[in-house]
């Protein structure tokens, strides 16, 4: 007599795992199927490195994008940009995950500058953005003079003259580990004393000196105008045996031994503190106090650039008008009595 006491057990609980069951199959499909998210994003060369995207930069193809679980560490989806840069990383399983960049599929001259948010978190549904800002390979002012090739590189420091101040382009970088010439610069904004950053092709030029060459500058902040050294017209004339090329320098009571136009319109003056002659080209983009005359005194401020000939040897180029300062030296009138003519 209890056998339908038992059946009636037996309905509610084959109910019950049938129910079971089926909210399984239904966990299963949920998260085997719409428990998943989508990452998409763009790769782009940041030129003027100020850390965001504008119309200058450039999309970055060809370049492997890398998803990581975040626990393990494991590649869970991979992806290459397109010719625009895009890239997109679907039917990503909910969870946590990080966006990387395959370092091999980086260009010699390049680096990854920033991910912006390499950490995601994505949920059921999610669509999340990653942005991958790379850029120029950044070196020191030393790392630059010792290196050539055509790969360009970016160098950050602080320029000694201001783009217009001469008429050839060329711009004097300095930093923490020495000078540099910029030459062929693109036109830029910015003056003596600011930090600037330059994106140019390490090379050789006059003298056989280490420049960057077809170069671009971005003004990374303003500042105030550098100190020059001190130093004699001698140290000058061979910028130190050539470690102070490209060199910001002053020299004092120098005398103007002579004075000449060259052949390119500029002005030449031959000047000796009684170190050793120097040459001072006074460029004709700049606007000279008053007329200089052999006999008088110059203190001048400048940078210093190799000579086409002879070699070894460097002339000082000051770059604006507040540059330069013409006296005549005071003598007695018996020491003028006994001075060469013309003098």
Partial sequence: MRRPSTLRLAGPLLVAALLAGCEAERDDRVLGIDATGTIVGRAYLDRDANGREDPGDIAVGGLRIGLLRTASGDTVA?????????????????????VVVDAGSIADSLEVAG??????????????????????????????????????????????????????????LADATGT?????????????????RVLGTPARSTGNQPVLTDATAFLIAAGSAPTPDSVSTNVAARADGGARDAALVRIAGAMILDSRPSGTGDQVLTVDDGSGALEVVLDRSVAIPGTPQ??????????????????????????????????????????????????
């Fill in 78 to 98: 991979t992806a290459t940009t397109n010719s625009e840069g895009g890239y997109v990383l679907a039917t990503i399983a909910v969870g946590d995950y990080v």
């Fill in 115 to 172: 991910i912006d948010s390499p950490a995601v978190t994505l949920g059921v549904n999610d669509t999340v953005q990653v942005l991958v800002r790379l850029g120029y390979r950044s070196i020191t002012i030393a790392e630059a003079r010792a290196i050539g090739g055509t790969a360009p590189v970016a160098v950050r420091g602080v320029a000694l003259n201001a783009w217009a101040a001469f008429g050839d382009s060329t711009v004097h």
């Fill in 180 to 196: 540099i010439r910029a030459i062929r610069v693109a036109p830029s904004n910015f003056v003596a004393g600011d930090t600037v």
């Fill in 294 to 343: 052999p006999g008088m005194l110059l203190d001048a401020t400048g940078v210093l650039v190799p000579s086409a000939a002879p070699a070894g040897r460097w002339h000082l180029k000051p770059r604006l008008a507040g540059d330069l300062r013409f006296d005549y030296p005071v003598v007695s009138v018996a020491d003028a009595r006994g001075l060469p003519n013309g003098r």
